[in-house]
């Protein structure tokens, strides 16, 4: 599998979900897959999107078809989630694929799928707040309209260290890395987490500065609805 | 959509481990605060004592 | 002992040694008038060096040799100030001026006094004779005030709010600037952490959420001088933020002979240069230490 075939997937990937948010409709993964010349380098693009995937059926409510359901089971069967995570990049790995798995049981009526482990091992002592924070940001296909699960818990049990983080990011102006964790501010507002800064303003003024790349106009795009919500 | 469900080859670890890189995407490695100008004028006027410049009396 | 007490009493000692075997290189070349061609040449850091003397010697939690040293570096910047007599010519000439009497202050609140100035300051004050400044520049003025004696019907806490940091701003809206008069806004308002119950409770919330991301941004950019003054703030707040991790990266800065890098550059090898450039960086060091072992040790509570 060629990476930046993979990424260019996704990043296509992922203009379509953003299409199909602002039109209402859902985003057609199994055309997705149909247009992509390497079909396993667009599956694994599915996966790299991940839970993103589903953000027209979380936000306007909308049913998924088998077909779509079919692209995303497929994209676990030619790359089985890793059982026992050993690197950092396989926790996150891990834990990305368990929200994926877990909205999709959730709307296709399928078993839930287990846990990987203790948060604590993907996100690190939250007294390290730079170092969480990063962590947090990685797991942003997570913080999506209705999250719940050990991640969205702990992230949610420390505000001032992720509010301390996107300072932190948006400061260093690193603006991808900042986007995702505004992400998982405005899902924390969402349901109702005291915050030391105002997330609508930070939602204005990450907005303001994210470029183009569609994944993060995704995480952007996911914030804006949770904020609409409350 | 049928040649989507026939069968798939399962990629390698080493494919795994690329995917996971993509989704662990790290934090910029170059940070770009805001800092001072290098020939901005006013840098060494900063600091514990912020004086407005002496007034220049006109030369009789 | 704590940990903490230790490096910020070390990372005081050292400054201060370097301040004084270093005091030469930031006299006057000549007499001195009251209009100072180049304020910011020799004036302001005589001003600073006063300001740092004065807090050790005000804490009084240094070392004997310490002690000493900080006696005597505010007498040599006293003498070079003929001692206080610059400061009232400059007054007497520059009405509006505002360091006469700020410099001062330093002075005087280490005991060194000038009668004849502090009438002239009286008068001025009665009289509100003072430049225009922004809102930091106005509390620092105010301190100054409140430090020497002369009352006023100053309010430091309706001029905090006017200052940057007195409306709690989303924490993101912060230049490297706007940084600098953040922390003076503090150092003004709880006169160098003398009276931290001065900051509001907003004010000192807002502050503990957000100065360990504003040191983390600035030390990542290695602005050594300016992760000192948040480190100064963290002194004065009315709990003191001063964290062992924080303080071992900055004591680590400090060179062998006490010198603190104001920043990333190269340090110049030239004598006058090198103290130039860092001496400011040194008086921010000598203050970050003294107020942080004082609180620690239980001062100003």
Known sequence: MDASTCARGAADLAGRVLGALRDGSAADLADFLDSCVDATAGLAAVRLVGADVFLPHLVLDRPLGTRDADVVVASFEILPSVTAPATAEQRVMAWHDWSTARLLAGLTGAVPVATPEDPAAVLGPVEQWARWSVAVAQLSSSAHPGATGPVVDAVAAQPLALCRGVVRSVLRRDFATASRLTRWICLLHATGVGLPLDPVLLLAHVESRAGAEPRRLLDLAAARHLVRST | ?60 | MNTVVHTAHNVTARALGWLHANRDLGAFDDDATADLNDPDGVYKPLCELALASSLVLREGVAGTAELRAARELLEFSWRQLRRGDLLYERQLRHVLLTDPLETYAHHARGGLRHEALEQLLAQDSATDSMTEVVPNRRLAVANAHRVVGLPRDDDPQDMLRQTWLGRTPQPWALDWYTAYHMTHAVFHVTDWGALPGELPPDVAEYLRNWLPAWFEVWAEAGQWDLIGELLIVGACLPEPWCEPARWELFAGLQHADGLVPRDTEPVDDEPLRRFHDHQHTAVVAAIAGTLTTSRLLGGST
């Open chain 2, 1 to 60: 959509m049928t040649v989507h469900t026939s069968a798939r080859p399962v990629l390698a670890p080493a494919d795994l481990a690329a995917l996971s890189t993509l989704v662990a995407e790290p934090e910029s490695a170059v940070a770009d605060p805001p800092l001072p100008e290098p020939n901005a004028a006013g840098v060494l006027l900063l600091g514990l004592l912020l004086s407005p410049s002496t007034p220049k009396e006109p030369r009789k």
